[in-house]
């Protein structure tokens, strides 16, 4: 039970930090961008072409809805984590909570995006996938960064408990991406295993939760995540 509470605790917590699942707006982000990333949309300029001029209050927060809505057809299903892994709620994430290594969220410090996420379980892990559209280039590099500078710490909290972090990892190799960074945290009770890719105006965070010491019969989250950043990005 204590190991169980542990998981559900920091899946919580690491919501936040992936930023997902939730559609945000300070002035709203254009549309065009999530018809870019999917493959098999119109090429760039076309779509740039295609779509409506980006508004601002509550239209353009329908405008993001309806982008977020596209884009889930791209993102992990069941199937494609691996046998035995199940659809879970949409997680949604706290704007408020800090990085992993103190400081901003990427969520509250780059609030103009179209997020989506999807999340499973199997046995003893949870896996989620959070996406991120921003509305250009410098801005995705940027809040990449800032994810990246979040996870730059010996030490840190997630969900207010304290937990290790190793180096972050180039792992643009082995999951493909322009950018994409791995880190191991660990804590009382959890493992967890964060990779976060870079492409273009998208940003996926993909997160490994399992019980302290891993799950028996875990698929290769690196293969998974190749597939999955393919799957979206190309």
């Known amino acids: ?3 169980l509470a542990a998981l559900a605790a920091a899946a919580v917590a690491l919501v936040a930090v992936a930023g997902c699942a939730q559609t945000t707006s300070g002035t709203a982000a254009p549309v065009a961008r999530p018809v870019i990333a999917t493959p098999g949309g119109p090429p760039a300029a076309e779509a740039e072409k295609e779509a409506p001029p980006a508004s601002t209050g509550r ?3 329908k405008n993001l809805v309806a982008a977020a ?4 057809p791209f ?4 199937a494609e984590v691996g046998p035995g892994f199940v659809s879970i709620a949409e997680p949604k994430p706290d704007p408020a909570a800090p ?3 103190g400081g901003q969220g990427v969520v509250a410090r780059f609030p103009d995006a179209v997020r989506v996420g999807v999340a499973f379980e199997g046995g003893s892990a949870r896996v989620q996938e959070a996406v991120s559209v921003y509305p250009d280039k410098a801005t995705a590099q940027a809040a990449y960064d800032h994810s990246v500078a979040g996870l730059d710490c010996g030490q840190g ?3 207010g408990k304290p937990v290790v972090v190793t180096p972050g990892e180039d792992l643009r190799i082995e999951v493909g991406g322009a950018q994409a960074t791995g880190w191991r945290v660990g804590g009382e009770g959890f493992d ?3 990779i976060t890719v870079h492409s273009d105006e998208v940003v996926m ?3 490994w939760l399992t019980p302290e010491g891993g799950s028996p019969g875990l698929p290769d989250p690196l293969a998974v995540t190749r597939s999955a950043v393919g799957k979206l990005v190309g």
């Open 1 to 3: 039970m204590r190991t």
């Open 59 to 61: 239209p353009g927060e």
């Open 69 to 72: 809505d596209g884009l889930r």
């Open 75 to 78: 993102l992990l299903t069941d």
């Open 99 to 101: 990085s992993v290594c």
């Open 157 to 159: 909290s997630v969900g």
């Open 192 to 194: 967890v295993l964060l």
């Open 205 to 207: 965070t993909f997160t």
